[in-house]
């Protein structure tokens, strides 16, 4: 996926879109090809029924990230964000850490672009 191969990496999910890792790979793809509408609804139907606080839950609550600031709206996703730092200070869990840590990049990434876009700026 991360290699542009849409149609491939779909083809391998068919079967077991029931799943929420492949959900989240599903919603990877529609934001990636700027369908935020579509990623914003498979993104919703991972966190179904998952636990907020559940560690392995941690790349379902990064996704909301990146589909809030494909949206625009940054004030909302570092409210996720920040959530997302909270699973990882009760956890200790490194890949709970490292998708707080992707998350966090994200907004502040956006924060830096949307200053320098009122500043006149190449951000």
């Known amino acids: 996926m ?3 191969r849409f149609e491939e990496a779909q083809r391998l999910i068919e079967g077991n879109e029931w799943h929420p890792t492949a959900r989240r790979s599903l919603a990877a793809i529609a934001l990636a090809r700027g369908d935020v509408g ?3 609804d498979l993104a919703r139907m991972c ?3 998952a636990q907020s606080n559940d560690p392995s839950c941690a790349a379902l609550h990064e996704l909301p990230v990146d ?3 494909a ?3 940054i004030a909302a996703a570092e409210r996720t964000a920040a959530a997302l730092a909270e699973l990882n ?3 200790g869990n490194d890949g709970v850490h490292a998708y707080a840590a992707l ?3 994200h907004v502040l990434a956006a ?3 949307e200053r320098a876009s009122r500043s006149g700026k190449d951000p």
């Open 111 to 113: 924060r830096g672009t």
């Open 2 to 4: 991360r290699q542009g």
């Open 89 to 91: 200070e009760a956890s």
């Open 38 to 40: 579509l990623a914003e």
């Open 67 to 69: 589909v809030q600031l």
């Open 47 to 49: 966190l179904d029924g």
């Open 103 to 105: 998350g966090e990049g």
């Open 71 to 73: 949206r625009g709206g």
